[in-house]
């Protein structure tokens, strides 16, 4: 059984794991669980991040900790088929699952739904937070753009139309095939799903995992076999759908031979839906077995369309727009207790102004500005004073520059300011603002 067998978790095991990295230090984190795939999405705590000592260190020990746990090994063997992503690549990843691109069959519609009820779960354990949660509805608003602005979500409809025609035109009324479903792969059971919605009469499922084999018999409302008697099962299947994806192939032409030879040479329709193939070449090459794997499918269905290349090209350029959005924005969060400060500042400025007594608009306005000015102007002077033209003085004026859109402004502050006149030349009124001012 592979690791990533080993890892699979249902709905409940998905809560189990969620407790334990709570109960590990780590309180914001989903669980993506997928048949192709167990990702965990972890935030890691302020305290943590701040640390001088190897910062992500922490978490990624407690993450490997967990899930070694769970199938009692020692965590260096996750190194082996598993990945650590940091920072952006992580934020890269999360973003690339939820819109379906990194699936096997690039667009797939189940993974968003998957990922929605991994989020659904996260906020009912109350293990989401500020920072995930800005994330996954981040994600999903790229996952949307993606479906709606690129032809990406039509490839495996298209996909599947073809799989369903070629078996069409060679049994005729599906109501009559049996069907065969070999691994739980993620295309593989899209497929099954629409095979049995075809009027495929039964399925049968195999899986080298029994466990998993049976829940996703319940799920179907079909039957399963041992793993062992794939033979056997070979015999009355019409339709094979093969997703093991173990990185060997599960069908040989020994077996495939031995079926036909039952089978009294009735074809058998075969869809090779694994990256890397579950089906021998040799298999295709054999009377009486038609064998079809994914690029087949896409070249039956892609005739005068736009190509998955280009799709897929088109998505990964609205991911990185996304991307740099969402960096923007949780990065624009940093000055928000500043600029909520100054909002303040200038709130409480303008109280005082109004209660300086009646003063028609254009005196209260100029007066309100001096008061305004008054801290900044005097920074600025002083700062001159000390260094001259300075770098630190030029950084100082570039900054006043920028935050009040004054453009190129070399000369905000002259060098010498004469004791009784502002930088313009007017007199200073009693607060030590220039300008043409109202006296307090």
Known sequence: MTLRDRLFAEEA??????????????????????????????????????????????????????????????????????????GRAALRHVFAVTSSLDSQVIGEPQILGQVKASHRQALEQNMSGPLLEAVMQAAFGTAKRVRSETPVAQQPVSLIASALQTA???????????????????????????????????????????????????????????????????????????????????????????????????PMFLVDASVPGDVAPAVGEMDGVYVYDLDDLESLALAGKVSRETATMAAWKILGEELLRFERKWAERAAAPSVAQLRRHFEAVRDQVLSEGKLDADAATRLLINRLLHEPSKALRENAAEVTQGPDHDALVRAASHLFGLGECADLVPGE????????????????????????
């Open 417 to 440: 300011i004469k004791k009784d006149e502002d930088a313009a030349g007017h007199p200073k009124d009693a607060s030590g603002c220039g300008g043409e001012s109202v006296k307090e």
């Open 168 to 266: 069409r035109d060679l049994h005729g009324d599906l109501s009559r095939c049996a069907g065969l479903l070999v691994g739980l792969g993620e295309m593989g059971e899209l497929l099954a799903i629409e095979f049995q919605a075809a009027g495929l009469s039964e399925l049968t499922v195999l899986h080298s995992s029994d466990r998993r084999a049976e829940i996703a018999s319940h799920r179907f409302g079909c039957h399963t076999r041992p793993w062992q008697e794939l033979d056997r099962a070979l015999e009355a299947a019409d339709v094979v759908i093969t997703a093991a994806g173990g990185g060997r192939y599960s069908l040989e032409p020994a077996m495939i031979d031995a079926a036909l030879r039952k089978r009294r040479k009735k």
């Open 13 to 86: 095991d998905q809560s189990q794991i969620l407790k334990e990295l709570s109960e590990a230090g780590v309180s914001q984190a989903l669980v993506i669980s997928t048949c192709e795939r167990l990702d965990i999405l972890a935030v890691q705590d302020a305290d943590e991040a701040s640390s001088a000592q190897a910062p992500l260190q922490g978490i990624e020990a407690r993450l490997r900790l967990v899930m070694a746990r769970r199938i009692g090994e020692d965590p260096r063997v996750l190194d082996e088929e598993g990945y650590f992503h940091r």
